[in-house]
């Protein structure tokens, strides 16, 4: 079998039978459907019931929060690829994953694009080509839209459930960079995502906890990447390597003002240099 769809409800009956009909409703069929409900007491068990004959499997327990319920579905699936769906969230149209599968690949994450909504703007998540540390430095890869090998998230065991915003992120972070798995974009817009309700406040919390992972684990290096959180900085000095001529050009007044203000020695954590005469 080629995919698992997990979808994770709690007390989202309208989404998530929106979420159910945008899966059935597939021309692709080589997968499994999962639908992991956390007890809900708003009807949602009924949706799932009038959709219970298209569901591979289902169930409505109570659970300690998203990442559990993810691990949940993670553990029944059997499919090559895992995708999380999560209620309120649907498949952009009902061919997509034909569209996806008719690519040939098998890296470890294949990440598509994202088409995230809210009550004003509709905007495309469009996944980074090439990942960095800098990818999750403020960023990171579109969850909705990203295939994820099962035997790679059996192999990293899953989702830490001991952060409760960030552990999503934190997957991808140590599968792409610290475990150096393959990775792959597809030029497919596979799936809308519902932003309806993410406030500034938890946004707030989430980097903070992202900054915080990261000085904790890259101590020494992170440092190096904080600098060129502002994107618009990171990418102006990536365009400027790939420009010969105005590279010499801005650099060198830049290595003049080194040289007097003698930066590196009071700034820089490579070797200080010293003339005597």
Not at 87 to 97: I, P
Not at 123 to 143: A, E, I, N
Not at 242 to 253: E, Q, Y
């Amino acid at each position: 079998m080629k995919l698992s769809i997990i979808t994770i409800n709690f007390n989202d009956h309208a989404g998530l039978d929106k979420t159910i009909q945008s899966v059935i409703n597939q021309t692709f069929r080589d997968f499994e459907y999962i639908v992991i409900d956390g007890a809900s007491t708003d009807g949602s068990v009924d949706v799932i019931k009038k959709y219970a004959d298209k569901l591979t499997h289902w169930v409505s327990e109570p659970d300690t929060g998203i990442y559990n319920a993810m691990n949940k579905g993670t553990r029944i699936a059997q499919g090559e690829y895992c995708l999380y769906l999560n209620s309120g969230d649907f498949l952009a149209a009902d061919d997509v994953l034909e569209k996806v599968f008719n690519y040939n690949f098998s890296e470890d994450i294949v990440s598509c694009i994202c088409n995230n909504f809210d009550e004003k703007h509709e905007w495309l998540k469009v996944p980074p080509k090439d990942v960095s540390l800098f990818t999750f430095v403020g960023g990171s890869l579109p969850h909705p839209t990203s295939l994820i090998k099962r035997e790679l998230l059996n192999c990293l065991g899953g989702y830490n459930e001991s952060y409760k915003i960030i552990s999503d992120w934190l997957f991808f972070l140590d599968a792409v960079i610290l475990h150096h798995c393959s990775y792959r974009t597809l030029d497919v817009v596979l799936s809308k995502f519902n932003s309806y309700g993410i406030s500034t406040t938890s946004g707030y919390l989430e980097n903070s906890k992202k900054i915080e992972y990261l000085n904790e684990k890259f101590p020494r290096i992170i440092s190096d990447y904080l600098p060129y959180e502002d994107e618009a900085v990171y990418n102006v000095f990536i365009w400027l390597q790939s420009c010969k001529f105005l590279k010499r050009l801005i650099i060198f007044p830049i290595k003049v003002l080194n040289r007097v203000l003698r930066l590196r020695n009071r700034l820089s954590r490579r070797m200080g240099v010293f003339y005597l005469k």
